[in-house]
T-cell receptor, first 112, second 113 residues
């Protein structure tokens, strides 16, 4: 299995609080991605990174920001969490652009 | 923009019967195609991928898929399913001109004993 960990694995928070999710990889892959998974929507891309300090928006980026200061870490921040951001969040990594992505175990976030 | 359609949200099938999960995509450029499987409370795992070459692709756990460019399809098949194949299956597409994957909404396969 690809070395990808996500932390925390579960989190319950209240509306309006900031939340940061962490993705850590040991594969030295260049590309990293954050997705959210919701029933009926499949996986939707939030943000992705194509190198240290290089990031771009995905399909559903509103309300989220990301940072990548090291190859191995990709952080997803909800500046002020809302109930609509209750979801399961997956991190993925890829060695090459547009090739196979490897997924982490996911973080289940509940915003009350 | 690309899009992926998985026409069947749920597919029940009896154990040892064949199954086909359908995937269609829309794209005006060359595509790379993928099928992933997700078991309950886990991340996604790659089943198979088509990048180029033979249009019939074989993957893990006895699954295969065929790329049909004229019909813009990439259907997943297995000749005989097992209880352990019960899971969610996602089709995904990427292109050589972008940086993103686009996922379908998933098909829930339930294998009935």
């Amino acid at each position: 299995d690809a070395g990808i960990t996500q932390s925390p694995r579960h989190k319950v928070t209240e509306t309006g609080t900031p939340v940061t999710l962490r993705c850590h990889q040991t594969e030295n892959h260049r590309y990293m991605y954050w997705y959210r998974q919701d029933p009926g929507h499949g996986l939707r891309l939030i943000h992705y990174s194509y190198g240290v300090k290089d990031t771009d928006k995905g399909e559903v980026s509103d309300g989220y920001s990301v940072s990548r200061s090291k190859t191995e870490d990709f952080l997803l921040t909800l500046e002020s969490a809302t109930s609509s951001q209750t979801s399961v969040y997956f991190c993925a990594i890829s060695e090459y652009r547009n090739n196979e992505q490897f997924f982490g175990p996911g973080t289940r976030l509940t915003v009350l | 923009a690309q899009s992926v359609t998985q026409l069947d949200s749920q597919v029940p099938v009896f154990e040892e019967a064949p199954v086909e999960l359908r995937c269609n995509y829309s794209s005006s450029v060359s595509v790379y195609l993928f099928w992933y499987v997700q078991y309950p409370n886990q991340g996604l795992q790659l089943l198979l991928k088509y990048l180029s070459g033979s249009t019939l692709v074989k993957g893990i756990n006895g699954f295969e898929a065929e790329f049909n460019k004229s019909q813009t399809s990439f259907h997943l098949r297995k000749p005989s399913v097992h209880i352990s194949d019960t899971a969610e299956y996602f089709c995904a597409v990427s292109t050589n001109t972008g940086n993103q994957f686009y996922f379908g909404t998933g098909t829930s396969l339930t294998v009935i004993p």
